[in-house]
């Protein structure tokens, strides 16, 4: 449970997005700082076509997501499960989300869900925004943090001769 301190999650993609929704579950306030200013659209096909992510890279691509990420995602944040689960086998990328309950263990520990990237963060997003202990200020870039001060550089060698 949270100690009601604030927390600050720096980056508003798919990790930042869900620390925040874990510790504000736990009971912290969460802000979250996302450098792209852009609002997460409602609407997955909106989010492929058109949502502006330029602070991810590979944001229009397919995304996998593991058994173990899906496992920790059913404990964690069920709802949220429960719509990728929904989504994903209607974004065309093949034979996604099969049924858990149909699958040998075996079978089960391979399984992948494929889902598109920007509609595993839309979710995560509107889940976020939903949310009365987050708040997530997009358009707000932190300046790099620096992790203390470099260590002292080794004395500089002496050569000796004309070597
Ligand atoms: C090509 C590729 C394919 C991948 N495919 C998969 C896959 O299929 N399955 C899988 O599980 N993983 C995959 N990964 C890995 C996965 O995408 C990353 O692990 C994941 O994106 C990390 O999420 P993140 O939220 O930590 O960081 P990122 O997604 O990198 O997001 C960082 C966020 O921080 C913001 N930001 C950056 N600097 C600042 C600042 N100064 N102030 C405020 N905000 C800032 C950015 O705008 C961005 O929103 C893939 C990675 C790549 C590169």
């Known amino acids: 449970m949270?100690?009601?301190?604030?927390?600050?999650?720096?980056?508003?993609?798919?990790?930042?997005l869900l620390t925040a929704l874990v510790l504000a579950n736990g009971g912290n306030?969460?802000?979250v700082l996302e450098r792209d200013a852009e609002p997460a659209p409602?609407?997955?096909?909106?989010a492929w076509d058109s949502w502006q992510r330029r602070g991810v890279p590979q944001f229009r691509q397919?995304?996998?997501?593991?058994?173990?990420?899906?496992?920790?995602l059913d404990a964690e944040?069920?709802?949220?499960a429960a719509a990728v689960r929904s989504i994903a086998p209607s974004t065309s990328l093949g034979?996604?989300?099969?049924?858990?309950?149909?699958?040998?263990?075996?079978?089960?520990?391979?399984?992948?869900?494929?889902?598109?990237?920007?509609?595993?963060?839309?979710l995560l997003a509107?889940?976020?925004?939903?949310?009365?202990g987050i708040e997530v200020r997009r358009g707000c870039a932190r300046p790099r943090i620096r992790a203390g001060?470099?260590?002292?550089?080794?004395?500089a060698q002496r050569r000796w001769g004309g070597g």
């Open 2 to 16: 949270g100690d009601g301190r604030g927390i600050v999650v720096l980056g508003g993609s798919a990790g930042g």
């Open 29 to 31: 306030e969460v802000t």
């Open 42 to 46: 409602a609407d997955g096909d909106e």
């Open 62 to 72: 397919p995304h996998g997501l593991p058994v173990r990420f899906m496992d920790v």
């Open 77 to 80: 944040l069920p709802d949220v």
């Open 95 to 122: 034979a996604a989300a099969p049924d858990p309950d149909s699958l040998t263990d075996r079978e089960r520990g391979f399984s992948i869900t494929l889902i598109r990237r920007p509609t595993l963060e839309m």
């Open 126 to 132: 509107n889940a976020a925004d939903d949310h009365p």
């Open 149 to 155: 001060r470099r260590p002292p550089r080794p004395p």
